[in-house]
């Protein structure tokens, strides 16, 4: 991890010396309620029907209530006139300055250091569910280890992570946390990836395959080359991303923000209105008047949905990143909770972008001669199709690498052939099967069409076998787009690819359009009359080709795997693990974060308005309307803010 800048340090030592002042204000104030409830038990009144009467302290009890309000006030009080002066602004704890300052002034000292106890007390519970949010992501870095076993001249090293550069080659052993972004390029094992996807199955990693520092390796002896520093690290990005989210506001939290502009103002009139224009009005007692002035200040504390709002947006982006899942902002999350149709790119989105050996057809059904000779030949070009079959006797466990290979051709756009082991083999397309005099029809025939290619296998002029070639479809793609349907989903799926192929995955996975051979210019047109239809579009894809489509999407959702960085640069939200099945719980909660800021508005301004007007109707104390009309209302709405953790992907 890089060190934090100086704003972040200011901001860090900020909030350390708010707790410090929160927890001195705490102490006193639970110090001011123990002193009272002793002075009621001592002139032998029951506790709890006359919680005004210690108002009326002994001298003991006097001078801590004193205490309580001097400690609980002077920070609250130096806040609210610094954003007064400084920022313009009337704060909430300017309002709660006037409140406590009003009723002390009025002799009731318990009320005016129980004002301040109860907000301290509701400030402490704030810090702490916004600081676990903030802890959850920040904890990440806990896990980077500070040293990196690297090999420098043949040697092995123990060596300052920071010291590491992208290129050096890195040595993990089972057990051992990965220090660096990198490729493994020696060695087969298991990662732990949880740390970084969410993932609680270790995933087999081996030759090309990227790991992230901080995971875990399970299994064998990795060698790794470094790919990034220290300070660019998936997880240094990932902590950077959710802190920086925070400055990207969603449209939601503007508006409270304004809102709470125009409306704090206006309750400070209604306030001294009421303190100083209703006495004369009526001809009522000023202290009866100002009282109920203070109560009306107190109840009107936008602090519940200021403080609220941002903290549930916020709650959402953490618990994703958790999940594997990084968000550029709450504005990312409230435009998905509106997202009506949902635009897929195929090859690498739905489908793993690779070819793949999906069935092989073989004169005799148990001989696994024709791909062991197949492969043999084949690791000797470099063409996808090559690798596919490679790949297919590697799954296999089949051993071609002691096969003598010999007299090797590559025949552009059919195939290769060559001798192995003295035998005549020919691994390609029809046309070169003709070439060769060979019939390879009677086994491709259920492989050769629209949909699929066929790549036959010959011996000696004899065909022997048949592979059926295609694009893997994703095994949670099928199961993304159902639930996708049972949130009212719209889905689309874009390609390049033939119409057959397009319609066939489009088939399988029950999309509601396919749209194929399409050029990219194409895929933008179509998006726009997708947008005009639906409204709000999210577009998937794999953050490389689809950078202009998914810039072009109200929401760009980019699958990040190996090129986590450069979806990060194109898209609004990342899938770091690739798992489809990461939508429809991202568009859950979504749905459920817009709805827990909507309900919080409500209730807030609910019970504010509803308090209001029994303080002002004189039905309430000035203690009772702290409790539970300001800062009882905000430790509610947080508590109902953790209801997010329980969104199950």
């Known amino acids: 991890m890089s060190r934090p800048d100086r704003p972040e340090l ?41 919680i005004p009467l210690i108002n009326e302290p002994a001298t003991v009890s006097s001078a801590i209530y004193y205490v309580s309000v001097i400690v609980g006030g002077v920070y609250v009080g130096v806040l609210g006139l610094k954003e007064l002066v400084i920022e313009k602004k009337f704060s909430v704890e300017f309002l709660m300055s006037v409140a406590a300052l009003g009723a002390a002034y009025l002799g009731f000292l318990f009320e005016a250091a ?45 060596v300052d992570v920071k010291t590491v550069r992208p290129g050096m080659i890195m040595m993990v052993r089972p057990g051992e946390r990965i220090a660096m972004d990198g490729t493994v390029v020696e060695g087969s094992s298991s990662v732990d990836q949880s740390l970084v996807t969410g993932e609680s199955v270790p995933v087999p990693k081996r030759t090309g395959d990227c790991v992230f520092a901080g995971t875990v390796n399970s299994g064998g002896i990795l060698k790794v080359t470094v790919s990034k520093s220290a300070e660019d690290t998936l997880v240094s990005r990932i902590v950077r991303l959710v802190i920086e989210s925070k400055k990207r506001k969603a449209h939601i939290e503007k508006l409270v923000d304004r809102f709470a502009r125009f409306y704090v103002p206006v309750v400070i009139a209604l306030a001294a209105f009421t303190a100083f224009g209703i006495p004369r009005l009526t001809g009522g007692a000023f202290s009866t008047w100002l009282y109920r002035a203070l109560i009306l200040l107190v109840v009107s504390c936008p602090s519940a949905f200021i403080i609220s709002v941002p903290a549930t947006i916020f709650a959402a982006v953490t618990i994703a990143a958790r999940k594997g899942v990084l968000v550029k902002g709450g504005i990312s999350i409230e435009k998905l909770a509106k997202v009506r149709a949902i635009v897929f790119d195929k090859t690498g989105t739905l489908t793993l972008g690779k070819p793949t050996v999906n069935d092989v057809d073989s004169v005799e059904k148990s001989d696994q001669r024709a791909l062991r000779y197949a492969a043999a030949l084949e690791q000797f070009s470099n063409h996808p199709l090559a690798q596919t ?25 059919k195939g290769m052939t060559g001798y192995v082991e003295g035998v005549h083999v020919a691994v390609g397309n029809m046309e070169l099967m003709k070439q060769h005099d060979c019939n390879c029809e009677p086994i491709s025939e259920n492989y050769e069409n629209e949909k699929h290619t066929a790549v036959c296998v010959s011996m000696n002029k004899t065909a022997v076998a048949s592979f059926c070639v295609m694009d893997e479809v994703r095994a949670d793609a099928a199961e993304a787009m159902k639930d996708l349907k049972k949130s009212n989903i719209h889905t689309v799926m874009l390609t390049g690819d ?15 359009e396919v749209h194929s051979e399409l050029f990219p210019e194409d895929k933008l047109r179509i998006l726009s009359q997708i947008k005009a239809e639906y409204g709000t579009v999210s577009m998937v894809g794999d953050g490389v080709n689809d950078a202009p489509a998914l810039a072009a999407s109200d929401v760009g959702i980019a699958m990040g795997g190996s090129k986590v960085d450069i979806a990060l640069e194109s898209a609004d939200i990342v899938l770091v693990n ?32 509803l308090l209001g007007a029994l303080g002002l109707l004189g039905f309430i104390p000035l203690w009772f309307t702290v409790a539970s009309g300001d800062d009882g209302v905000t430790l509610l709405l947080l508590l109902n803010t953790l209801r997010l953790a329980h969104v199950n992907p």
């Open 498 to 512: 033939k119409r057959e192929i397009a319609d066939d995955v489009g088939k399988r996975l029950e999309m509601d």
């Open 389 to 413: 079959i490679i790949k297919k006797a590697k799954d296999r466990n089949l051993d071609y690498s002691d096969l003598k290979v010999e007299e090797i051709e590559e025949v552009p756009g």
């Open 578 to 609: 690739n798992e489809l099945s990461q939508i429809p719980y991202m568009v859950k909660l979504s749905d459920e974060t817009v709805n827990i800021a909507k309900q919080n508005i409500m209730a807030s301004l609910v019970v504010k308005i």
């Open 114 to 158: 129980t004002v301040l106890f109860l907000y301290s007390l509701a400030e402490y519970f704030e810090d702490y569910i916004q600081d676990r949010a903030m802890r959850t992501v920040e904890g990440l870095s806990r896990f980077m280890p500070d040293k990196a076993s690297v090999i420098v001249d043949g040697s092995e090293k123990t």
């Open 10 to 50: 200011e901001q860090r030592e900020q909030r350390e010396t708010k707790k410090v002042w929160i927890l001195l204000a705490l102490a006193f104030g639970l110090t001011m309620l123990i002193s009272g409830s002793l002075d009621l038990l001592l002139k032998g009144i029951p506790l709890g029907f006359v």
